[in-house]
């Protein structure tokens, strides 16, 4: 089993659609979780830490479900600037090493 | 305040050449990462140092890859001899210092650098 799993996609959606995403990880004693984006394979940047009671930024919620060892991202009313790819991450055990899923490539059309 | 920079941006060499990758990190940052993301694939954690040690280098190959992030000046990622397959987008990230308690610290991503081996 990959440490982090993603669906590929990609998620074509219209503007103003609402999407999500999952993620699935193996290692149970893992304690931190984010969403990153990234552009073109230009670098990551930092969506959204993900926290256990779910955390939600404008029109970006996270949710974790450590039982399950789930992590999802919603997206609601899409633009045409949230076209990119979304990366699942975990932080390793020790903290030093971010653990990226594949990605999930995401396009919005108008 | 800078973020992280990377050069070259872009590197090409033929096989059998020696490719050397440069990372500043963000002032005030003294910890440094290196991804490498394969065509299609998504990133990998390689090395993860600190000034002067190397604290966490579970991620390079067996062989021709080293990393230093010297006292002064930039970290470096050099491979020797690269072939094909080394060819990837390598990134480079830096932490400020680890607060005590915290089980983690934003790591920044420098820009890449494109490698292609010829």
């Known amino acids: 089993r990959k440490e982090v799993e993603q669906d590929p996609g990609p998620f074509n959606v219209p503007e103003g659609a609402t999407v999500a995403f999952n993620c699935t990880y193996s290692?149970?004693?893992?304690?931190?979780f984010f969403w990153y984006r990234q552009d073109c394979r230009k670098e990551p940047k930092l969506l959204m830490s993900v926290y256990s009671s779910g955390n939600e930024d404008g029109r970006f919620t996270a949710q974790l479900n450590r039982a399950s060892q789930y992590i999802s991202l919603l997206i609601r009313d899409s633009k045409l600037s949230d076209s990119a790819t979304y990366l699942c991450?975990?932080?390793?055990?020790?903290?030093?090493?971010?653990?990226f899923g594949k990605g999930t490539t995401l396009s919005v059309s108008s | 305040n800078a973020g992280v920079m990377q050069n070259p941006r872009h590197l090409v060499r033929r096989r059998g050449q020696e490719a050397r990758l440069r990372c500043s990190p963000m002032?005030?940052?003294?910890?440094v990462y290196w991804y490498r993301q394969l065509p299609e694939e998504g990133l990998k954690f390689m090395v993860y140092l600190q000034k002067e040690n190397i604290i966490d280098e579970s991620g390079m190959p067996k062989e021709r890859f080293s990393a230093e992030f010297p006292k002064e000046g930039p970290s470096i990622l050099r491979i020797q001899q690269v072939v094909r397959g080394d060819s990837a987008a390598y990134f480079c990230?830096?932490?400020?210092?680890?607060?005590?308690?915290?089980?983690?610290?934003?790591?920044?991503f420098g820009p890449g650098t494109r490698l292609t081996v010829l």
């Open positions: 290692n149970s004693a893992s304690q931190s």
């Open positions: 002032k005030g940052h003294s910890h």
């Open positions: 991450v975990v932080a390793n055990q020790a903290g030093t090493a971010l653990i």
């Open positions: 990230a830096s932490s400020p210092m680890i607060k005590a308690g915290s089980s983690y610290n934003e790591q920044f």
